[in-house]
């Protein structure tokens, strides 16, 4: 069992960053491939980026790569995605997911094992 709670989201103007964080519980975070989905006001719930459970590969939505880079600690049991140069249709709930198979999380295919509650990101223009 895996519990995942966001934190770090918030109101940004243009051009600004932010970096959300996703704190898990249980002793097999590290077993785990992490993800960072969003889902802006009145569309679906996308995919932004992915990290693999053991050779730390990752994978990112076409629109954020160069602006956006997630990582993760297994000492800490934390998720991080950094978010620089936000722009405006970066608004959006942004939400940590976990799962055993990367490409579940890479491909968006339900049923993804874990999700937090999501974490407001407001980008200002």
């Known amino acids: 069992q895996v519990q995942l709670v966001e934190s770090g989201g918030g109101l940004v103007q243009v051009g600004g960053s932010l970096r959300l964080s996703c704190a898990a519980s249980?002793?097999?975070?590290?077993?785990?491939?992490m993800a960072w989905f969003r889902q802006p006001p009145g569309k679906e719930r996308e995919f932004v980026a992915a990290i693999s459970s053991t050779n730390g590969n990752t994978f990112y939505l076409d629109s954020v790569k160069g602006r956006f880079t997630i990582s993760r600690d297994n000492a800490k049991n934390a998720l991080y995605l950094q978010m620089n140069s936000l722009k405006p249709e970066d608004t959006a709930v942004y939400y940590c997911?976990?799962?055993?198979?990367?490409?579940?999380?890479?491909?968006?295919?339900?049923?993804?094992?874990?999700w937090g509650q999501g974490t407001q990101v407001t980008v200002s223009s």
């Open positions: 249980g002793r097999t975070f590290s077993s785990y491939a």
């Open positions: 997911a976990a799962d055993p198979l990367l490409r579940r999380l890479v491909l968006n295919i339900a049923p993804v094992d874990y």
